[in-house]
């Protein structure tokens, strides 16, 4: 369901760390059901990029509006939000997955427990409908309930990656944040995780924002993609369109590394 209403809008973000410029003049805007790429090389700003969708950091400059109608305080600028109603915001209406499993996870906890986690934030206090809810989010992430109540630590990669997934998703976020989901993993596991993801696009038109430096990941999955390069967009399209006919010189460079 693609509506003429923008989901995200991002524009002007601009951020450094102390002499280095992370992010210049960055916008984006994203469509509800659709699934943004991000690539570009190490050190191009895309895992900042993603932690200010995130509100877990607020650029220098910037401004990020986030379609959440009748959510109070959703409606002006989010990084003019303090930091609570920012942590609230992002754990009720942003999910993220992260490359590395014990960013997202208590590892030592169970799985089950995990997602439970995330349901709590919204006031769910009812142990059977924490149980019943958890489950299905582990079901839609193709995770085995048979481990529901193992630990992420005594699970392979692509499991965490699923429970991650499943915390996520759990309060049926507005957005997914993908912040190099598969990188790390076996190439076949690698396979399994997107067809997830694939499969939850399809059946839930979950919005999702994926960052990856593998062109072939983002091939897979994105319907438009966003090249960065030093901290700034330097071409943003179509993904067939960028894949096939790329226009910035670094961007062609890019898909001929690939080919
Ligand atoms: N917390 C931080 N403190 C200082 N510098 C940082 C911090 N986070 C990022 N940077 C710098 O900002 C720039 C952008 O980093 P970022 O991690 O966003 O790039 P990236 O494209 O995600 O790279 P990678 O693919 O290697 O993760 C880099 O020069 C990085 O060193």
Not at 7 to 27: F, N, P, T
Not at 106 to 130: P, Q, T
Request: charged residues 20%.
């Amino acid at each position: 369901m693609v509506t003429d209403q923008p989901l995200i809008r991002l524009d002007g973000v601009s951020h450094r760390y102390g002499e280095v410029v992370a992010l210049q003049d960055v916008g984006l805007t994203v469509w509800p059901g659709e699934v943004l790429g991000i690539v570009g090389e190490s050190g191009s700003g895309k895992s900042t990029l993603l932690r200010m969708l995130n509100l877990q950091e607020v650029p220098e400059a910037g401004d990020y509006r986030l379609s959440l109608p009748g959510v109070p305080g959703a409606d002006g600028n989010l990084f003019n939000l303090g930091r609570f109603a920012r942590a609230q915001l992002c754990a009720r209406h942003i999910g993220i997955v992260y490359q590395h499993p014990h960013q997202g996870l208590l590892m030592h906890n169970s799985s089950s427990g995990n997602v439970a986690e995330r349901l709590l934030i919204a006031g769910e206090r009812r142990f059977a409908a924490l149980r019943e809810r958890g489950q299905v989010a582990l079901e839609a992430s193709e995770f085995p309930l048979a481990r529901m109540d193992a630990p992420p630590v005594e699970l392979s990669g692509g499991m965490q990656q699923r429970v991650q997934l499943a915390k996520a998703i759990a309060l049926e976020p507005a957005v997914l944040l993908l912040d190099e989901p598969t990188t790390g993993l076996d190439v076949s596991v690698q396979a399994l995780v997107l067809d997830t993801l694939k499969h939850l696009q399809r059946d839930r038109r979950i919005t999702m924002i994926l960052v990856s430096h593998d062109l072939g990941v983002i091939r897979t999955m994105a319907d438009r993609v966003v090249v960065m390069r030093r901290g700034q967009v330097v071409e943003q399209g179509l993904a067939d369109q960028v894949f096939q006919d790329p226009q910035h010189p670094y961007s062609q460079q890019l898909v001929q590394a690939k080919l």
